[in-house]
């Protein structure tokens, strides 16, 4: 999902996120070496009048490098049970809300630790310890600290790279593409969206969403085609499969399930129809229609050419009815 492609020829405001938070604002976390790295390098420039007073000083500075920065991460994610529904599953299939938990939890954790390392070093400095001897101790158990939570950070930066992705949707009417791969799914969606198509992939469960947005009588919509997640019998995917497919249930206004008779996508009749009649079970408003209308003659559906035009203006018909009293 590409930020120059989403927003082109919309407004902010129309393509805000329906959220208490912006997941491609969310900030990219450092490795346990970066961090370091920085804190260390932001108390080496800190001076004194004396070793005590110095030593005090970059000890201080390392507790306000480590708060604002673990605080900066931890307060950027949003409460994600709070979220509405269809962003929470899709993140919580993508990256898994419990991880996202567990690794801000170690970040706090860390911060605890490094204040209270910190605030027992300077104390020592005072009570008249070698500053010297203190400063590499310390400097040694916050090292041990964040090297501890090196793979929550990783983790971290990932699940950011994974969320940025999300695709933003607005409150318009929202039509879903669906049916197995090669069918032409991705030709209706080009043809009913005024705008490319964006990618939005991810990573951790190579799960992918299209995002394009139109107009039909003068209503926007959005038009999301949902390759590698509709492509195969409900009853043959596994429950993360499933959870994703049900994230649907949130949004789609409109389902088109596009079937191709000529069977050149390299699935038969059989099995497109039975994967059709699965999909009526679990969502409403799931309308049938044929696609490369210039490579058969069967007319008991609307159907639709992306070569010749056939069939798009009653498929854009089929699509106002559907959503004409929705939203």
């Known amino acids: 999902m590409e930020d120059a492609e989403i927003g082109r020829g919309e407004t902010e405001e129309e393509v805000s996120?329906?959220?208490c938070f912006n997941p491609r604002k969310l900030p990219t976390v450092l490795t346990a070496e970066?961090?370091?790295?920085k804190a260390f390098r932001r108390a080496k420039k800190v001076s004194g009048r004396n070793k005590k007073e110095r030593a005090i000083n970059k000890l201080s500075t390392l507790s306000n490098v480590f708060k604002d920065y673990f605080g900066r991460i931890i307060s950027s994610h949003p409460s994600y049970q709070n979220l509405p529904d269809f962003y929470r599953e899709l993140i919580d299939v993508v990256v898994g809300i419990g991880n996202l938990r567990k690794s801000l939890g170690a970040l706090a954790w860390a911060d605890t630790k490094i204040q209270a390392l910190i605030s027992k070093g300077i104390r020592e400095i005072k009570g008249g310890k070698n500053p010297d001897?203190?400063?590499?101790?310390?400097?040694?158990?916050?090292?041990?600290v964040v090297n501890q939570i090196g793979k929550n950070l990783e983790f971290l930066n990932r699940a950011k790279n994974v969320?940025?992705?999300?695709?933003?949707?607005?409150?318009?009417p929202v039509v879903v593409v669906a049916g197995y791969p090669n069918v032409g799914k991705s030709s209706l969606v080009s043809i009913l969206s005024?705008?490319?198509?964006?990618?939005?992939?991810?990573?951790?469960t190579t799960k992918k969403i299209f995002v394009g947005r139109g107009e039909i009588n003068r209503r926007k919509v959005q038009i999301i085609d949902t390759p590698g997640l509709l492509d195969r019998p409900l009853h043959k995917r596994n429950k993360i499969e499933r959870k994703a497919?049900?994230?649907?249930?949130?949004?789609?206004?409109?389902?088109?399930f596009v079937i191709d008779p000529t069977e050149t996508c390299g699935y038969s009749m059989e099995s497109q129809m039975s994967l059709f009649h699965e999909l009526r079970k679990e969502f409403h408003s799931v309308i049938?229609?044929?696609?490369?209308t210039d490579l058969h003659d069967l007319r008991d559906k609307?159907?639709?050419?992306?070569?010749?035009?056939?069939?798009?203006?009653?498929?854009?018909?089929?699509?106002?009815?559907?959503?004409?009293?929705?939203r």
Not at 245 to 256: F, G, Q, S, T, V
Request: charged share 25%; net charge negative; glycine share 6%.
């Open 17 to 19: 996120l329906d959220l």
């Open 34 to 37: 970066e961090l370091v790295d």
């Open 133 to 144: 001897v203190v400063i590499r101790s310390t400097y040694g158990r916050i090292s041990s």
């Open 163 to 172: 969320m940025r992705e999300i695709p933003t949707l607005s409150n318009d």
């Open 194 to 204: 005024t705008v490319k198509p964006e990618v939005a992939s991810y990573p951790f």
């Open 245 to 256: 497919i049900l994230c649907l249930k949130y949004l789609a206004d409109c389902i088109i």
């Open 288 to 292: 049938p229609v044929y696609s490369k």
């Open 302 to 326: 609307i159907g639709f050419s992306s070569v010749t035009g056939e069939g798009i203006e009653e498929i854009k018909g089929l699509i106002h009815e559907c959503i004409r009293d929705k």
